[in-house]
């Protein structure tokens, strides 16, 4: 029996799914990768994640925040900044979210290859 069976979790309709929902997206691991070493201010993030849009980052920020994995800090400045830092909620998701960036690190030519060999079986 799976682990997730032992622990009672329909995978239908069961919490991991919302979760992943929420935090799996491209846009959502690419800003918790940019603020896990330390705070960071939206435009930094933006040039960091260069192929992000306003619109998506700024989505993105508030739905890392509402699930609380991320704070917002507004500073008393002209023109006021602001500066987003991971939660202990948001430290404790980094560990398993790095091991999944080592994966595919080591994995990433493997992948490809599949799918060079699916692209050729599919043409054949």
């Given at each position: 029996m799976?682990?997730?069976?032992?622990?009672?979790?329909?995978?239908h309709n069961c919490p991991i799914r919302s979760i992943l929902d929420q935090v799996a997206a491209k846009w959502p691991v690419?800003?918790?990768?940019e603020v896990h070493q330390e705070p960071k201010r939206f435009n930094m993030l933006l040039r960091a994640i260069p192929d992000i849009?306003?619109?998506?980052?700024?989505?993105?920020?508030r739905d890392l925040e509402q699930n609380g994995l991320l704070t917002r800090t507004l500073f008393d400045t002209r023109p006021p900044a602001v500066e987003y830092a991971l939660?202990?909620?948001g430290r404790s998701l980094m560990d398993p979210l790095l091991a999944l960036v080592d994966w595919a690190a080591l994995n990433?030519?493997?992948v490809a290859e599949a799918h060079r060999l699916y692209d050729s079986a599919r043409q054949a």
């Open positions: 799976a682990e997730w069976q032992a622990m009672g979790l329909d995978l690419l800003i918790l990768l849009s306003r619109r998506m980052l700024t989505q993105g920020l939660t202990a909620l990433r030519a493997a």
